[in-house]
T-cell receptor, first 111, second 112 residues
Framework: GNSVTQMEGPVTLSEEAFLTINCTYT??????LFWYVQYPGEGLQLLLK?????DKGSNKGFEATYRKETTSFHLEKGSVQVSDSAVYFC??????????FGTGTRLQVTL | DSGVTQTPKHLITATGQRVTLRCSPR?????VYWYQQSLDQGLQFLIQ???????AKGNILERFSAQQFPDLHSELNLSSLELGDSALYFC???????????FGPGTRLTVT
């Protein structure tokens, strides 16, 4: 079956630090990959996506590259802000249409 | 704002009771999905409807059921509630053939 593994959190960074949140997956076929973000008290927002190998998704300074050879989709940002504090979920979808989520990684950014 | 609406925002009820959660998808989206988010189980897919018909089922209990109406809004019915059903319930919608799903703000259910 499908599964997504994310690095354990929380991740605590100072403002302007470089962020990496690791995500690896197991899936049949050729899944599409996503990062969703959940701010406190809110629903999930789609942050970025990649639909095939070597695609790079990007949005709001965040980037992730679909690496089929390493089955990974690591999230990166060059300079985090306090407003980026949230829980980040890596997810995949294949022909079954249901999203399979990782456990989420809480990011806390301090001044 | 994703364009997906859910009501109510919060729901507190007692064990054994039945509740109905409502979701309106984004304009033009035919698919609706329900997910449960709990501390111990994380985010889990429950069920998908497409244009009124059930399309896929996940880890949905027999005490739970859903439907999608002709105007495309969907309802998730939870019955014989147990303490362990306390969770955030999210609805999401998507366009046909496109994989990204857009989530509503969720309904927080507390069973006491």
């Amino acid at each position: 079956g499908n599964s997504v593994t994310q690095m354990e959190g929380p991740v605590t960074l100072s403002e302007e630090a470089f962020l990496t949140i690791n995500c690896t997956y197991t899936a049949t076929g050729y899944p599409s990959l996503f990062w969703y973000v959940q701010y406190p008290g809110e629903g999930l927002q789609l942050l970025l996506k990649a639909t095939k190998a070597d695609d790079k998704g990007s949005n709001k300074g965040f980037e992730a590259t679909y690496r089929k050879e390493t089955t990974s989709f690591h999230l990166e940002k060059g300079s985090v802000q306090v407003s980026d504090s949230a829980v980040y979920f890596c997810a995949l979808i294949n022909t079954a249409s249901k999203l399979t989520f990782g456990t989420g990684t809480r990011l806390q950014v301090t001044l | 704002d994703s364009g997906v609406t859910q009501t109510p925002k919060h729901l507190i009820t007692a064990t054994g009771q039945r509740v109905t959660l409502r979701c309106s998808p984004r304009s033009g989206d035919l698919s609706v999905y329900w997910y449960q988010q709990s501390l111990d189980q994380g985010l889990q897919f429950l069920i998908q409807y497409y244009n009124g018909e059930e399309r896929a089922k996940g880890n949905i209990l027999e005490r739970f059921s859903a439907q999608q109406f002709p105007d495309l809004h969907s309802e998730l019915n939870l019955s014989s509630l147990e303490l362990g059903d306390s969770a955030l319930y999210f609805c999401a919608s998507s366009v046909v053939g496109i994989h990204e799903q857009y989530f509503g703000p969720g309904t927080r259910l507390t069973v006491t």
